[in-house]
């Protein structure tokens, strides 16, 4: 994982950070150790992970996927914001 600092403007939300770096707003909290909200200005500290995005295939489950590329179906699944997957989603693929 590569650490990034990034300034919070006006348009900038905690979600959207969580997306822009493949992580999640609970692990962007912690890092910071923030415990109210994000304002203009401030700056935070982010763990961009690196991976890749793979399309599901007919029969993957997050479990198959998850064994396929040697990550857990948990991470995976907190990565995209899903329980499941459908064919044709793309999905975040951790490589740590």
């Given amino acids: 994982m590569k650490r990034v ?13 969580a997306e ?5 707003v609970a692990a962007i909290k912690k890092l910071n150790n923030l415990h ?3 304002f203009v200005g401030m700056r935070l500290i982010v763990e961009e992970n690196q991976g ?7 029969f993957d489950t997050l479990e198959s996927i998850a064994r396929k ?3 857990s179906a948990q991470r995976i699944a907190e990565l ?4 499941r ?3 044709g989603q793309k999905i975040f693929i951790p490589i740590d």
Avoid at 5 to 17: G, P, Q
Wanted: hydrophobic letters at 35%.
């Fill in 5 to 17: 600092m990034v300034r919070i403007d006006d348009k900038t939300s905690l979600e959207d950070l």
């Fill in 69 to 71: 590329f040697c990550v």
């Fill in 36 to 38: 109210t909200d994000i």
């Fill in 80 to 83: 995209n914001s899903v329980e």
């Fill in 52 to 58: 890749k995005y793979y399309t599901v295939q007919p």
């Fill in 20 to 24: 822009k770096y493949h992580t999640t």
């Fill in 85 to 87: 997957v459908f064919i």
